[in-house]
């Protein structure tokens, strides 16, 4: 079993492989490659910082929701305290992960607010859920919600990306395109996540959905599934990058295309092994390598080392 000092062993080649993203990419991918911190949530913004800058990684992709790294009502307090941390180490922020729907809520404006004053690019909002008793208005309401927010995003100087998520509003893209599609490109677009994209539609809509929203894809969410068939029916299965459904080559192909730049926030949401939550921690690192490498593999392909 890998242990924390397997990591600490491959963290200096890992932190050398590092450069590569930059230097490889220099004339096709300049985006940043950012770690989701939802995946170590026992480490505070100080060990973050340096657990994720000898990953190798350019940025954090923060949370700032309940249970997340900096609290919703402590924004003001301690988000400009995390991301200096965070920068201390030689990383960016260039996207903070919110439970935000509406501007109406109390921890809207003091987020954003907080954000723009950091010079954070990125937020992605909380997710609209259907409550399938009548879904037009459910997602009247959502959109009118999400539209108010997005206004509030461009006062503060903020780009809001939706993110599409499985069994959720917007998770086919046709939901939210058209509304989408009239708030002004400079701050709105999508979070695309290709993993809750294939899920929605493995065949084909994935293609649609993609196509709908590459011309103003802000960031995307990096993961994998595939589908399962339990004793209680077919579900979703996390996975290792590579490991299921998603096309990656396809997939990353249409972003050069279309010259995406944003932030890849990479996320581990399949189970991790560990009697403890230190062993658990560190299978989590190991799980971190070994798909960031995957990741930039693909990237180099798609857009040329």
Request: aromatic share 10%; charged share 20%; hydrophobic share 40%.
């Amino acid at each position: 079993m890998n242990s924390r000092r397997d990591f600490i062993k491959t963290a200096t080649a890992t932190a050398t492989l590092a450069a590569l993203p930059k230097l490889a990419f220099a004339n096709g991918f300049n985006g940043t490659f950012c770690l989701f911190s939802k995946h170590l949530p026992n480490l505070n913004w100080q060990k973050l910082g340096a657990t994720v800058k000898k990953l190798g990684f350019g940025g954090i992709d923060l949370t700032v929701r309940p249970k997340g790294h900096v609290l919703p009502e402590r924004a003001v307090e301690d988000l400009p305290q995390a991301v200096a941390a965070i920068r201390a180490a030689g990383l960016s922020v260039p996207m903070i992960t919110t439970d935000l729907h509406s501007a109406s809520e109390p921890t809207a404006k003091p987020i954003l607010q907080t954000a723009g004053k950091l010079r954070i690019p990125y937020l992605k909002p909380g997710y609209y859920k259907y409550d399938f008793v009548d879904v037009r208005k459910e997602l009247d309401k959502a959109m009118t919600d999400f539209t108010s927010l997005a206004e509030l995003c461009q006062e503060s100087g903020v780009q809001i990306g939706f993110h599409n998520h499985e069994a959720n509003i917007g998770a086919p893209i046709w939901d939210v395109a058209n509304v989408i599609d009239s708030l002004p490109p400079k701050w709105v677009g999508y979070y695309f996540d290709i993993r809750h994209a294939v899920a929605e539609g493995g065949v084909a809509a994935w293609k649609m959905a993609l196509n709908l929203a590459a011309p103003r894809i802000k960031m995307i969410a990096v993961k994998d599934s595939y589908p399962e068939k339990t004793s209680k029916g077919w579900r979703q299965k996390n996975c290792p990058l590579g490991e299921g459904a998603v096309d990656w080559k396809a997939y990353f192909q249409v972003l050069k295309k279309v010259n995406f730049q944003g932030p890849i926030s990479l996320h581990i949401e399949y189970e991790i092994a560990g009697k403890t939550p230190a062993e658990i921690e560190d299978n989590t690192l190991v799980a971190i390598q070994r798909d960031f490498e995957f990741l930039k593999a693909r990237v180099s392909e798609a857009y040329g080392v």
